[in-house]
């Protein structure tokens, strides 16, 4: 069974940054793109960013373009997400998730079938 392990997330000012990583196993890593989703409370769980399997290729959610950015390290089966000028509405649980192997990048939740726990993020204000 694929395990997905994030770690990373903390307590940050509004305009601070955060890493997040997410360990991966179980898999032949470099077969999957990775993608990193949130959940605020109340709210639904949203694609936020990914990276395609072996290729530098990136996808965006809207609203953090430009202060986010993700990465993959194929030779530590590990992914990152750099968040750079935090703002309270960031503020959510973050997780780590992979698509079916081979796939390209998948933007909706209920069709991922491989999750991590999830790390909390909070931003203060």
Request: glycine residues 8%; proline residues 4%; contains cysteine.
């Amino acid at each position: 069974q694929v395990q997905l392990v994030e770690s990373g997330g903390g307590l940050v000012q509004a305009g601070g940054s955060l890493r997040l990583s997410c360990a991966a196993s179980r898999l032949t890593f470099s077969s999957y793109a990775m993608e990193w989703f949130r959940q605020a409370p109340g709210k639904e769980r949203e694609f936020v960013a990914g990276v395609a399997r072996s290729d530098p290729t990136t996808s965006y959610a809207d609203s953090v373009k430009g202060r986010f950015t993700i990465s993959r390290d194929n030779a530590k089966n590990t992914v990152y997400l750099q968040m750079n000028s935090l703002k309270p509405e960031d503020t959510a649980v973050y997780y780590c998730a992979a698509p079916r192997a081979y796939s390209g990048l998948v933007t909706t939740a209920r069709i991922i079938p491989y999750w991590g726990q999830g790390t909390q993020v909070t931003v203060s204000s």
